[in-house]
């Protein structure tokens, strides 16, 4: 089974720290992603890297940077936490980009509190 | 730009009886359309998906039939428990690309 596995599941920062929120996949896949949840918008891209040292912008980058120095692992981070990034954070992985009906596989989530 | 709109929750339901959650969608060309289900306190797991028209994916009893006429993708089941409680997720991917674009969700809530 493909496993997804965020570090953290819940974390309370203050505003301005600097939040980074790890994220590992197991299924040696190409793709990772970060999402965010929030209730009545469903997720809504924040980046993604289709390769290491490779990134793109999703949906809301703005506030948030990535970081994907090897191929099992992508970072999230809050360069200075603001209240309105309190949510829930969602890492997912999968298979080459372009092939149709490619599975992505989610983690369990992070929930963020800032305070 | 792509979208996704499904029906707002709360749904509220007594066991056995039928679900349906109305999906619909905006896009070009021909996406993969995909259902999603969170349960309490876990991240999102793939339940069914639909990759050209008229297929049909189903899995754990439910079921979803992709109408490209009516830019469609609803959820049914015939008979639901307790345990089908969770929030659900309409979602539909491009072919040329990975990006998942997602509705707002539908909390579903099967009383005893």
């Known amino acids: 089974d493909v496993k997804v596995t965020q570090s953290s599941r819940y974390l309370v920062k203050r505003t301005g720290e600097k939040v980074f929120l790890e994220c590992v996949q197991d299924m040696d896949h190409e793709n990772m992603f970060w999402y965010r949840q929030d209730p009545g918008l469903g997720l809504r891209l924040i980046y993604f890297?289709?390769?290491?040292?490779?990134?793109e912008k999703g949906d809301i980058p703005e506030g948030y940077s990535v970081s994907r120095e090897k191929k099992e692992r992508f970072s999230l981070i809050l360069e200075s936490a603001s209240t309105n990034q309190t949510s829930m954070y969602l890492c997912?992985?999968?298979?080459?980009?372009?092939?149709?009906?490619?599975?992505?596989?989610f983690g369990e989530g992070s929930w963020l509190t800032v305070v | 730009g792509n979208s996704v709109t499904q029906m707002e929750g709360p749904v509220t339901l007594s066991e056995e009886a039928f679900l349906t959650i109305n999906c619909t969608y905006t896009a070009t060309g021909y996406p993969s359309l995909f259902w999603y289900v969170q349960y309490p306190g876990e991240g999102l797991q793939l339940l069914l998906k639909?990759?050209?028209?008229?297929d049909k994916g189903s899995n754990k009893g439910f079921e979803a039939t992709y109408r490209k006429e009516t830019t469609s993708f609803h959820l049914e089941k015939g008979s639901v428990q307790v345990s089908d409680s969770a929030v659900y997720f309409c979602?539909?991917?491009?072919?040329?690309?990975?990006?998942?674009?997602f509705g707002g969700g539908t909390r579903v809530l099967v009383k005893p």
């Open positions: 979602a539909l991917k491009k072919t040329a690309g990975n990006k998942l674009t």
């Open positions: 639909a990759t050209k028209a008229d």
């Open positions: 890297s289709y390769d290491v040292k490779m990134k």
């Open positions: 997912a992985s999968s298979l080459l980009q372009g092939a149709r009906g490619n599975t992505i596989y």
